[in-house]
């Protein structure tokens, strides 16, 4: 909606969207929280509103219930953030709202869906889930790498190191090709992946190709830096 004013970091369109958000994953009766952190303060929008110099991601997670495997953390993430009035150089110019619905409304979507389809699970979970929803990588992936830096799971001990997988869904309404892109190659990000996708393929045809993006671009690679 053009009332989020392409919910740029910071502005009130991208706190409101948060907010949506985490009473969204709550309404599924998922444990939240926001998470905080710091950004350079916003260029002036249409009205001078330079926005505050902080943002938030927003998570919600199942707890897993093998006591084995349950601090092994499992990470599904979408970044809710996009570009505001964008800068001269984007594709609308300057000064224009930028909706968003793809870059990453969609992805957004996609991740409260399977949020909702995992809290029919609960009980049924080993390893605990947590769904994040980020800020501010449009900016650089920064809410990403606030993440990995600063993980808030497993719950009584918090490491990276027990984070074992990460699903990364940004633009997912590109789709209208027929592809489905990992985001590294298959044996360097997971030797699983690829088999994965060609199963679903047998059953859906909605992406009926895998194609490989040699560079990280979005949230997933700040956790393959971190050998995630």
């Not at 990453?104 to 869906?113: D, K, R, Y």
């Not at 990364?168 to 990000?189: C, E, H, I, P, W």
């Amino acid at each position: 909606s053009d009332r989020f004013e392409g919910r740029m970091s910071g502005k009130k369109g991208n706190v409101e969207a948060a907010d949506f958000i985490k009473k969204k994953y709550e309404t599924f009766g998922l444990e939240t929280t926001y998470h905080k952190f710091s950004i350079r303060r916003t260029n002036p929008g249409p009205n001078n509103e330079t926005g505050d110099n902080f943002t938030q991601n927003v998570y919600a997670w199942i707890e897993g219930n093998d006591p084995a495997l349950k601090d092994e953390i499992v990470v599904v993430g979408a970044h809710m953030d996009h570009i505001g009035y964008g800068p001269s150089m984007s594709r609308w110019g300057g000064g224009k709202i930028h909706p968003g619905a793809d870059d990453n409304a969609s992805g957004t979507v996609a991740l409260m869906e399977i949020a909702e389809a995992f809290s029919l699970l609960k009980g049924e979970v080993k390893r605990t889930i947590v769904f994040q929803s980020y800020s501010a990588e449009e900016m650089g992936l920064i809410g990403a790498r606030y993440y990995c830096d600063n993980p808030l799971f497993p719950k009584n001990s918090p490491s990276i190191k027990n984070h074992i997988a990460m699903i990364n869904m940004d633009m997912v309404g590109y789709l209208n090709k027929g592809r489905f892109a990992t985001g590294f190659n298959s044996a360097d990000s997971s030797p699983d992946l690829g088999k994965f996708i060609n199963q679903l393929n047998d059953k859906y045809s909605f992406a009926n190709s895998i194609t490989s993006r040699g560079s990280g671009g979005s949230d997933h690679a700040c956790f393959y830096n971190k050998r995630v």
